[in-house]
């Protein structure tokens, strides 16, 4: 494994272009590294170790009424800089050589759906999307700004109020009585509300394991961009490729799972690197 920093983008673009030139079907998989150049920050630190709380787990947000209300409420202050990022370079030149070379396959951890709003094709959203939230009794659909509307004419009092912007739309709100936070219920049956995200202690879908492994199945090579891989449902993937013999580069600053494992790893900016070696 070529495991040496690299502190060059130029460098590590040439590397990975050179990695890249006899794949013709490579399974992308990407993580938080990739959408931070959009604003959006990350969990985990370089040494893949948490920088704050883990966010709320299935169980909490559908068993404790106190927790959901404080998720709403941070989720109501924190999804306006969420919604407004936008795609970096790294979604758009991911975009632009799938369009090219359309047999390459995207998946991502992310739940910001930068990839598709920068062009990528038949992106595996692995974790859900947070611009959709379903009802976990009736499986009804609606779009976030819907809700989003709905939780602002409920909870005046809340709407402005200045937070630290965290991962996954959250935003540091703490010391507040959230009991009074007002969440709205279903339209359809009046059941509970919830983003169309994995939460911890949740399962991904089967539906998107499988389109996932499709598409692993069919590549000759895996890139990983801006994940630790810290979470088992993006590592496995790494392990798979690694077990059918596929060549795995890895594009992350710090430490990933799958680094004793992959052929090639390099520490750069993920934006900057994949502009230049996809041009």
């Known amino acids: 494994m070529s495991a040496t920093p690299d502190p060059s983008h130029s460098d590590a673009a040439q590397r990975l272009r050179d990695w890249l030139r006899p794949h013709r079907r ?25 920088q704050r709380k883990p966010p709320i787990d299935f169980r909490a947000f559908t068993g404790d009424a106190r927790a959901r209300s404080r998720y709403w409420a941070r989720s109501f202050v924190g999804w306006p800089s969420f919604d407004g990022a936008q795609p970096n370079a790294g979604h758009r030149a991911l975009a632009r050589w799938q369009q090219r070379e359309p047999a390459h396959a995207l998946v991502t951890q992310n739940v910001d759906a930068l990839h598709s709003r920068a062009g990528s094709l038949d992106v595996v959203d692995l974790h859900g999307r947070l611009d959709e939230v379903v009802c976990l009794d009736c499986g009804a659909r609606q779009p976030r700004a819907q809700v989003q509307e709905e939780l602002a004419r409920r909870n005046p009092d809340w709407q402005g109020l200045g937070a630290v912007a965290l991962p996954d739309g959250d935003a540091d709100l703490e010391g507040l009585e959230f009991e009074r936070f007002q969440i709205p219920p279903c339209a359809a049956c009046g059941g509970m509300l919830k983003p169309d995200v994995v939460f911890f202690g949740e399962n991904v879908p089967r539906a998107r394991v499988a389109a996932a492994q499709q ?14 891989l810290m979470v088992y449902s993006g590592f ?12 795995l580069a890895l594009l992350n600053r710090g430490v990933t799972r799958a680094d004793e494992i992959a052929t090639l790893k390099l520490e750069a900016d993920c934006g900057a690197t994949l502009d230049a070696a996809l041009a």
């Open 26 to 50: 490579v399974f992308v998989l990407t993580g938080a590294g990739i959408s931070t150049g959009s604003g959006i920050p990350h969990y985990r630190d370089e040494s893949g170790a948490w």
């Open 215 to 228: 598409s692993l199945a069919a590549a000759d090579a895996m890139l990983v961009v801006g994940s630790s």
């Open 236 to 247: 496995r993937f790494a392990r798979a490729a690694r077990e059918a013999g596929l060549p």
